[in-house]
């Protein structure tokens, strides 16, 4: 099992900043990809962003591109997500995602084994 924290949520106001931070505890000496995914009230959850385990690999959806970047620091077992010039549309749940597949298969839809509890950004205009 993989427990993973989401933290950095947070009121702010559009073209403000923020960084999310997931930090996994549990079995982690496999090699896991890693997620960001975010649900907004009334809707469903959609992908953000993944990395592959060695940082290498990184995909966004279109609608963070150039504002959303992913990293990580493995022996730290931290994803992070730095989420620049936000804006209202960007208010959600984002919730951070584990899964021994690729990243790849995160981004194309493949359910993650392990999810945390989600932290809430809300972004006022």
């Known amino acids: 099992q993989v427990q993973l924290v989401e933290s950095g949520g947070g009121l702010v106001q559009a073209g403000d900043s923020l960084r999310l931070s997931c930090a996994a505890s549990g079995r982690t000496g496999s090699n896991y990809a890693m997620g960001w995914f975010r649900q907004a009230p009334g809707k469903e959850r959609n992908f953000v962003a993944a990395?592959?385990?060695?940082?290498?690999?990184?995909f966004y959806a279109n609608s963070v591109k150039e504002r959303f970047t992913i990293s990580r620091e493995n022996a730290k077992n931290t994803v992070y997500l730095q989420m620049n010039r936000l804006k209202p549309e960007d208010t959600a749940v984002y919730y951070c995602?584990?899964?021994?597949?690729?990243?790849?298969?995160?981004?194309?839809?493949?359910?993650?084994?392990?999810w945390g509890q989600g932290t809430q950004v809300t972004v006022s205009s």
């Open positions: 995602a584990a899964d021994t597949g690729s990243a790849l298969q995160l981004r194309i839809g493949s359910p993650p084994a392990y």
């Open positions: 990395i592959s385990w060695s940082g290498g690999s990184t």
